[in-house]
T-cell receptor, first 115, second 113 residues
Framework: GAGVSQSPSNKVTEKGKDVELRCDPI?????LYWYRQSLGQGLEFLIY????????KSGLPSDRFSAERTGGSVSTLTIQRTQQEDSAVYLC?????????????FGPGTRLTVL | DAKTTQPPSMDCAEGRAANLPCNHS???????VYWYRQIHSQGPQYIIH???NNETNEMASLIITEDRKSSTLILPHATLRDTAVYYC??????????????FGSGTQLTVLP
């Protein structure tokens, strides 16, 4: 079946502009995660959605970052007034439930470059 | 979650077994050992996980020592497409909110033709 998809695959923007990144999780997966990965670095957790529960936003680096998940499926990560340090690969993952030992399936990522 | 230690890089000849070690000497009794890999320019990919017993699936085998302080991921017949960064993580199954993944620096496995 279809995996996690993300769009766009690449986004180049100017400093100060807003960007929206989209994630389509695997159908039926109730848990959705956003991470980012800077060049040569590990994963940095951003936000987590589980079913209808309030999202865990503890990883969002600033109030310029927000995310929503509509209808328990598609999620959008929005970065307002982008800065050069926001440049990274933004990865979305989904899993069947929020249990820790359910594997997370990752999308291909969106490479964001802020000029 | 317990800290893990992996060698920064390893080479393996194509067709041979790749054995990737991981030390997790501070692992707790309820922490699982997980392996993910990340091929260049792709998202991470789950490989295998285990608690105490050795595990095998279509991708790899996981050997966990009896004291659980270390483990080895085995790719039985490495191919060029197995070239990737391999991450070993340990994590407890928690109830409640996020179970996000945290990767260290991993091992860069290069499969040589």
């Amino acid at each position: 079946g279809a995996g996690v998809s993300q769009s766009p695959s690449n986004k180049v923007t100017e400093k100060g502009k807003d960007v929206e990144l989209r994630c389509d999780p695997i159908s039926g997966h109730t848990a959705l995660y956003w991470y980012r990965q800077s060049l040569g670095q590990g994963l940095e957790f951003l936000i987590y959605f589980q079913g209808n529960s309030a999202p865990d936003k503890s990883g969002l680096p600033s109030d310029r970052f927000s995310a929503e998940r509509t209808g328990g499926s598609v999620s959008t990560l929005t970065i307002q007034r982008t800065q050069q340090e926001d440049s990274a690969v933004y990865l979305c993952a989904s899993s069947y439930s929020g249990r820790a030992n359910n594997e997370q399936f990752f999308g291909p990522g969106t490479r964001l470059t802020v000029l | 979650d317990a800290k893990t230690t992996q060698p920064p890089s390893m080479d393996c000849a194509e067709g041979r077994a790749a054995n990737l070690p991981c030390n997790h000497s501070t692992i707790s009794g309820n922490e699982y050992v997980y392996w993910y890999r990340q091929i260049h320019s792709q998202g991470p990919q789950y490989i295998i996980h285990g608690l105490k017993n050795n595990e095998t699936n279509e991708m790899a085998s996981l050997i966990i020592t009896e004291d659980r302080k270390s483990s080895t991921l085995i790719l039985p017949h490495a191919t060029l497409r197995d070239t990737a960064v391999y991450y070993c993580i340990v994590r407890v199954e928690r109830s409640g909110s996020a179970r996000q993944l945290t990767f260290g620096s991993g091992t860069q496995l290069t499969v040589l033709p």
